[in-house]
Each structure stands twice: as C-alpha cells, then as structure tokens.
C-alpha cells in the first residue's frame, strides 16, 4: 500500500510538481532537460484528462505523472508520450506504480492506444517500475542526445492497451 490519495494535477500542485521534477533533473537520470519549466509551459504541454498527483497524508505531493500528444498528425492521435516522477523521500512506496496505474485506465477511456516513454538505461527503477505495470522495451537509441556533456542512451518503452482496438 502506497498510503497516497490520486487526483488530477491541477494548479495548486505546480510548486511542488515542479520542484519534484528539478530534483529528478538535479539527480542526472531522468531527462535530458536542464531544468524544469514554468508552470505555464507544463500546463500547455500536458493533457488535462491525463495527469495527477500522489498526495501524501498530510496533502503533500509525493509523485506526479503526465502525458503529452506525440504528435499532431491525425495517424498518432492514440499515441502518447508519459512522465512519471516521484518525491526522493516517497520512493520505494509504490507510488509511481499507483500513478502508472492511474494513467493507464485515462488514457484507455479516452481511446488512447499507446503510451510510451524514454528512459535513460541508468534509471534502473524506473524501466523496473514500467515493465511491472505493462510496458515492454522496444529498443535503444543509443547516443541519441548530449547531457551533461555526455552522449546518452535511451530506452525506449511502450504499453500497448488491449481495451482499444
């Protein structure tokens, strides 16, 4: 039992959703992005029916997952890019898994049939977290960016619903 409660991500959370997501870049594993976004370049990248947060027992927020359109082309409407990161002090809980398990059944009412994600192969938990709630490694693309002045590999992930046909 993770001991969180899921909502939607909405505005209040944008302090904390944001300082989560710097300490997932601060940590060197989780993206390529050097630093997280204003809020208002979250919020318009992310779609509204497909992100929440993990709220702890006292209301704080101790993970967030969000999805964003891979594309605008009419071929991939049913495709979908997530992230999902959770609170240095909330790991180990299940809470990723709990908010993976969130976003599956919004994405499939929704009538999405793919979501997918790129994970550094150094993420170890995270690409263990994702294989246990469905997903299954496509492939690598190896030194497909530079961060930290380093080319990095990519894992890349897919769950492919079997509720949307």
């Not at 997280?36 to 497909?50: C, E, I, N, R, Y």
Request: hydrophobic share 40%; proline share 4%.
């Amino acid at each position: 039992m993770t001991g969180v409660r899921i909502e939607p991500l909405l505005p209040e959370h944008a302090e904390q959703v944001l300082g989560i997501y710097q300490s997932g870049i601060d940590e060197g594993n989780a993206t390529f992005e050097p630093q997280a976004p204003d809020w208002a370049t979250f919020d318009k990248a992310k779609l509204s029916g497909h992100r929440f947060v993990a709220l702890d027992q006292d209301g704080r927020v101790s993970g967030w997952v969000a999805a964003s359109a891979v594309s605008d082309r009419c071929a991939y409407v049913g495709v979908v890019e997530h992230s999902v990161y959770v609170h240095p002090d909330a790991r180990g809980r299940g809470v990723a898994r709990t908010l993976l398990d969130t976003l599956i059944p919004s994405t499939e009412a929704a009538g999405i049939w793919t979501i997918q994600s790129g994970i550094f192969p150094e993420n170890a938990a995270s690409l263990a977290v994702h294989e246990r709630a469905g997903f299954r490694i496509i492939g690598t693309r190896e030194r497909i960016g530079r961060h930290q002045g380093t080319w990095r590999d990519v894992v890349l992930l897919e769950r492919r619903s079997t509720a949307v046909v």
